[in-house]
């Protein structure tokens, strides 16, 4: 069925940044803010921007990832004549070709954009919190006349060396691109988010051979620009952050505590966020409990305190257990008597009677490496 605009979303990534909370579970699928997970911000803005043809591109551990989407129930994508497609490594003759970068990702599974005659693709990460309008970015883009657009956002100079950093012109063409920088021009980043005519994508990633590395940001765009393609930036002013490490997990999680309005949580208006209920009983705080500007997800049991953190499912936190500027994932028991500090907590991980860990700086703390950084009064 023919559709003017689809989208695809780039969840085959290692993760590797988020240590051991993704040695088993894809990145969007990572617990964010108590309650939700990163996928849910990118597929609630497609829902709320009524883009219902998604192709969600696997390849590292995909099965709670794609367990937990569904057919989209959750973020009424559920469509009959589109909806959410899974589109995972495959085998052909010669054997199983693996995503090698981004556009390499998005070239494997072109026959996706294909069958919907798409005459745009918009390129999504899931591992990304923001909200974002698709429909104002694709105005943008068709008011412009692009042929490909980036969404991107000021960033501090300090950090403009993580990102893909634009150089624009007085209109806000770009005329330069670089990955990632040593010495940045600007501070203008790519959010890695990119709409591109469909043609214009068709003819870019069949340069490449079937085999070689090819990442957006690495090769398509500053060929693009270099090819005085139609290349502008869609300037993004809202909350947006990058979730690739444990330090960026932990501070948009404080983020989310420190603003009684982020992103608008707690509003069913104003484009919503979506996740999917676990169908768990709400969370109870015994007697003794202490609770203060924190989120606890459902499931949980507090009999301890817990102070300016956020509280994953089926979290226990015992008696005299005193939890502070804390992320813990879901599952975690906390046993009686311990203190823990500046810490994002992994998931399922048990921490010891009277245990003591309250590091100076953000630390990944599970069953690896409980002995190690912290210790047990007894």
């Known amino acids: 069925m023919k559709k003017t605009l689809i989208a695809m979303i780039l969840v085959g990534g290692t993760g590797s940044r988020l240590h051991e909370i993704t040695k088993d579970t894809a990145k969007p699928a990572v617990?964010?803010?108590a309650k939700y997970r990163l996928i849910d911000f990118t597929l609630s803005n497609l829902a709320n921007s009524n883009i219902d043809v998604v192709g969600v591109v696997t390849q590292y551990e995909p099965y709670d990832l794609m367990n937990y989407i569904g057919s989209g129930t959750s973020w009424d994508l559920d469509v009959t004549d589109g909806g959410i497609n899974f589109l995972t490594p495959f085998a052909r003759n010669g054997g199983v070709i693996w995503q090698k970068g981004t556009a390499h990702a998005i070239r494997q599974y072109f026959r996706f954009v294909k069958e919907y005659e798409a005459e745009y693709v918009l390129i999504l990460s899931g591992d990304q919190v923001y909200k974002m309008d698709y429909q104002r970015l694709f105005?943008?883009?068709?008011?412009?006349?692009?042929?490909?657009?980036?969404?991107?956002?000021?960033?501090?100079?300090?950090e403009a060396n993580r990102f893909g950093i634009l150089e624009l012109d007085d209109s806000g063409y770009a005329v330069g691109f670089?990955?990632?920088?040593v010495r940045p021009k600007t501070n203008i980043a790519s959010m890695g988010i990119y709409l591109f005519n469909t043609d214009v994508l068709e003819t870019v990633l069949s340069g490449a051979a079937m085999d070689e590395?090819?990442?957006f940001g690495k090769n398509i765009i500053p060929k693009c620009i270099r090819m005085k393609r139609h290349v502008?930036?869609?300037?993004?002013?809202?909350?947006?952050?990058d979730v690739g490490t444990i330090d960026s997990l932990y501070r948009a999680n404080m983020d989310m505590l420190d603003d009684r309005d982020?992103?608008?949580?707690?509003l069913s208006k104003n484009l919503p966020v979506y996740s999917k209920s676990l169908n768990l009983p709400p969370h109870i705080c015994l007697q003794g409990a202490k609770v203060a500007n924190s989120v606890i997800a459902d499931g949980s049991v507090i009999s301890g305190?817990?102070?300016?953190?956020?509280?994953?499912?089926?979290?226990?936190?015992?008696?005299g257990a005193i939890v502070e500027d804390c992320?813990?994932?879901?599952?975690?028991?906390?046993g009686k008597g311990a203190r823990i500090k500046n810490l994002v907590v992994n998931k399922n991980t048990v921490v010891p009677e009277n245990y003591r860990l309250t590091p100076g700086g953000i630390t990944l703390l599970d069953e690896g490496n409980l002995k190690r950084l912290g210790e047990t009064n007894g």
Request: proline share 3%; charged share 20%.
């Open 232 to 241: 502008t930036a869609y300037m993004f002013e809202g909350y947006w952050k």
């Open 327 to 334: 992320v813990v994932l879901p599952g975690v028991r906390i």
């Open 213 to 215: 590395e090819v990442d």
């Open 31 to 33: 617990s964010f803010g």
């Open 305 to 319: 305190s817990v102070i300016h953190s956020s509280l994953g499912y089926e979290t226990i936190v015992e008696s």
């Open 139 to 158: 105005e943008h883009h068709l008011t412009h006349n692009a042929e490909i657009t980036i969404a991107a956002t000021r960033v501090s100079e300090s």
């Open 178 to 181: 670089e990955e990632k920088p």
């Open 262 to 266: 982020f992103l608008t949580l707690n």
